[in-house]
Nanobody, 124 residues
Framework: QVRVVESGGGSVEAGGSLRLSCYAS????????IAWFRQAPGKEREFVAA????????YYTDSVKGRFTISRDNSVNTVYLQMINLNPDDSANYYC?????????????????WGQGTQVTVSS
């Protein structure tokens, strides 16, 4: 059974930074792409970033390019999302998930395994 656990969320002021972590177990971590999605109250869950298992290629939604960086450390089954220059629009519950495809899908319906999420709140 695949299990993912997110951590690292918190409350920051606009312009601040956070680093989220996603630990995955129950699978051959290095063979899977990992994606981050986020969901704000009353909104659909949206794709944020992903990193493929093949060559660790990175993918980002336009609104976070240049501010978020996704990376992975296969030795500890963990993917990181470094977020800088945060703004209130980034406030949401952030979820990570895994997929075998390369490139990883950008639609939440393609993913089967989800964690509980970690809350990010950015105040103006």
């Amino acid at each position: 059974q695949v299990r993912v656990v997110e951590s690292g969320g918190g409350s920051v002021e606009a312009g601040g930074s956070l680093r989220l972590s996603c630990y995955a177990s129950g699978t051959t971590f290095s063979s899977y792409s990992i994606a981050w999605f986020r969901q704000a109250p009353g909104k659909e869950r949206e794709f944020v970033a992903a990193i493929s298992w093949s060559y660790s290629t990175q993918y980002y939604t336009d609104s976070v390019k240049g501010r978020f960086t996704i990376s992975r450390d296969n030795s500890v089954n963990t993917v990181y999302l470094q977020m800088i220059n945060l703004n209130p629009d980034d406030s949401a519950n952030y979820y990570c998930t895994v997929h075998a495809d390369h490139p990883p899908p950008r639609t939440q319906g393609a993913y089967r395994y989800w964690g509980q999420g970690t809350q990010v709140t950015v105040s103006s």
